[in-house]
């Protein structure tokens, strides 16, 4: 069985600053990696996510993520905050390849201080 | 993403009446995955299906809870009976049929079900 564990349900960063969300995993085989992020009433819009090949993966509006198999993490960061990335992220994890199934982690609310 | 349609976007529902949510996939897509999220919860699987076939509905309540995908037409996620404790945003996702790697399954922007 897999498990997704993000540590902070809240966090709070002034605009300009790192932001750091933490994701933890555990799977029984390789996994495949997601973060997807959520904005008030609105559906998943996919981050970035990790499969196979480079283990540092770039994704839109300027995040980043690497995989640690050591760690079994997958810690989304950005160097810079803005306004507009006030939102809620979600870590989710997939084994199985050929399908979209995924487990999420119950999310992180990020919240930016101007 | 904004190519996977659902409808209603919100929908309020008296204890004891039937909810029907629907689900278009986005274009050429065959594979369906139905997701509930409760209040202040991440998502949870509910049922994977292709068209006209469940493949997996490990998530899905036992009872009063079905889904559907046919031939033609959107899929269905049906609650009969609904309680105060299936209020929650339901979204569908979706992925293409031709595997030639990993892909991304594309979100919906759910529906939000009350029930009052």
């Known amino acids: 069985a897999q498990s997704v564990t993000q540590l902070g349900s809240h966090v709070s960063v002034s605009e300009g600053a790192l932001v750091l969300l933490r994701c933890n995993y555990s799977?029984?085989?390789?996994?495949?990696l997601f973060w997807y992020v959520q904005y008030p009433n609105q559906g998943l819009q996919l981050l970035l996510k990790?499969?196979?090949?480079?283990?540092l993966v770039k994704g839109i509006n300027g995040f980043e993520a690497e995989f640690k198999k050591s760690e079994t993490s997958f810690h989304l960061t950005k160097p810079s905050a803005h306004m507009s990335d006030a939102a809620e992220y979600f870590c989710a994890v997939s084994d199985d390849f050929g399908n979209e199934k995924l487990t999420f982690g119950t999310g992180t609310r990020l919240t930016i201080i101007p | 993403n904004a190519g996977v349609m659902q409808n209603p976007r919100h929908l309020v529902r008296r204890r004891g009446q039937e909810a029907r949510l629907r689900c278009s996939p986005m274009?050429?897509?065959?594979?369906v995955y139905w997701y509930r999220q409760l209040p202040e919860e991440g998502l949870k699987f509910m049922v994977y299906l292709q068209k006209e076939n469940i493949i997996d509905e490990s998530g899905m309540p036992k009872e009063r809870f079905s889904a559907e995908f046919p031939k033609e037409g959107p899929s269905i996620l049906r609650i009969q009976q609904v309680v105060r404790g299936d209020s929650a945003a339901y979204f569908c996702a979706s992925s293409p049929s031709v595997r030639t790697g990993h892909t991304e399954a594309f979100f919906g922007q759910g529906t939000r079900l009350t029930v009052v």
């Open positions: 990790y499969t196979t090949g480079a283990t």
């Open positions: 799977s029984s085989v390789p996994p495949y």
């Open positions: 274009k050429g897509h065959s594979h």
